[in-house]
């Protein structure tokens, strides 16, 4: 049971789950555990079923079996703004959206304000574009090394391309 002072939990799941229903827990352990990821922001869920083909979007709470069940998303720390956490379990309250009618492309646009370099410094600017990662700030190279990638491309290309600018360097 969520306290009276905490944000509403959302979740992007599967469709078809039902109130009472236990969240799916993700695929990607955390700390050696299966956890069910959830963010406080509504578009941010919205953004994820987009990502994962149009799943659904609900109010979850977690269940708290052990009294330790928070977890930050090494994905999305606190400081990107995504206000992700990660929890044992939890049940879904409700339904919010049965099915998410989101682009992949408007839910990358939406998520691309969140992705954050290891030293916590933006991974796109706010047209869409790659920013230069630590590394290759390091090396002397900027963003304009990046810009062919486009705006809004998925995070593994930048990682990717950041990465081999900086072994040619």
Same mark, same amino acid.
Request: aromatic content about 8%.
């Given at each position: 049971? /969520?306290?009276?002072?905490?944000?509403?939990?959302?979740? $992007?799941?599967?469709?078809g789950?039902?109130?009472?229903?236990?969240?799916?827990?993700?695929?990607?352990?955390?700390?050696?555990?299966l *956890? *069910?990821?959830a963010?406080? #922001?509504?578009? *941010?869920?919205?953004a994820?079923?987009?990502q994962?083909?149009g %799943?659904s !979007?609900?109010?979850?709470?977690? /269940?708290?079996?052990?009294g !330790?069940?928070?977890?930050?998303?090494?994905?999305y720390p606190?400081?990107s703004?995504? %206000?992700?956490?990660?929890?044992?379990?939890?049940? /879904?309250?409700? !339904?919010?959206? $049965?099915? *998410?009618?989101? +682009? #992949?492309? &408007?839910?990358?646009?939406? =998520?691309?304000r969140?992705?954050?370099?290891?030293d916590?410094?933006? =991974?796109?600017?706010?047209?869409?574009?790659?920013?230069?990662s630590?590394q =290759?700030r390091?090396?002397? /190279?900027?963003?304009? &090394?990046?810009?062919?990638?486009?705006?809004?491309?998925?995070? %593994?290309? !930048?990682c990717?391309a950041? +990465?081999?600018?900086?072994?040619?360097?």
């Amino acid at each position: 049971m /969520i306290a009276p002072d905490e944000p509403l939990w959302f979740r $992007a799941d599967k469709a078809g789950l039902q109130p009472g229903n236990l969240a799916t827990h993700s695929e990607r352990p955390l700390n050696g555990r299966l *956890v *069910v990821y959830a963010t406080s #922001r509504l578009e *941010v869920a919205r953004a994820f079923a987009a990502q994962r083909g149009g %799943g659904s !979007v609900y109010q979850i709470d977690p /269940i708290d079996p052990t009294g !330790v069940f928070r977890y930050d998303d090494p994905d999305y720390p606190p400081s990107s703004g995504a %206000g992700c956490i990660a929890f044992d379990d939890a049940s /879904i309250v409700r !339904v919010v959206e $049965a099915r *998410v009618d989101m +682009t #992949r492309d &408007a839910a990358w646009q939406l =998520m691309s304000r969140h992705f954050l370099w290891p030293d916590q410094t933006r =991974m796109y600017d706010d047209e869409g574009y790659p920013t230069a990662s630590p590394q =290759m700030r390091a090396a002397g /190279i900027d963003a304009s &090394a990046l810009r062919h990638l486009g705006p809004y491309c998925e995070p %593994g290309a !930048v990682c990717t391309a950041a +990465t081999n600018l900086c072994r040619c360097a």
